[in-house]
């Protein structure tokens, strides 16, 4: 089995920074593109920004320059640096992967269980 989790989340003040962590782990011989997800209340889930196992990452406009993707293939993690936090920032936070866990495998997708953000003064 895979699993994904999510840390770092927290409550924060408007302008202020948080670091989320997602770790992987279980067996896993590959991981291709990672990405973050947020899901405000009320809200669809939206794609926050995504990383290929190699090559350029991809941010949603709303968190550009603000927000910043990374990842450490040798330890299957990835990061997302979030600075200038703003309200409309709160959500919960999700990392999604495509990871293939056998070398004749299929790759799929997997989800974190999510870690909260709230930005309020």
């Known amino acids: 089995q895979v699993q994904l989790v999510e840390s770092g989340g927290g409550l924060v003040q408007p302008g202020g920074s948080l670091r989320l962590s997602c770790t992987a782990s279980g067996r896993i011989f590959r991981i291709y593109a990672m990405g973050w997800y947020r899901q405000a209340p009320g809200k669809q889930r939206e794609m926050v920004a995504a990383i290929p196992s190699n090559g350029t990452a991809g941010y949603a406009d709303s968190v550009k320059g603000r927000f910043t993707i990374s990842r450490d293939n040798a330890k299957n993690a990835m990061y997302l640096q979030m600075n200038s936090l703003k309200p409309e920032d709160t959500a919960a936070y999700y990392c999604?992967?495509?990871?293939?866990?056998?070398?004749?495998?299929?790759?799929?997708?997997?989800w974190g269980q999510g870690t909260q953000v709230t930005v309020s003064s």
């Open positions: 999604r992967a495509v990871i293939q866990s056998g070398e004749v495998a299929t790759a799929t997708y997997y």
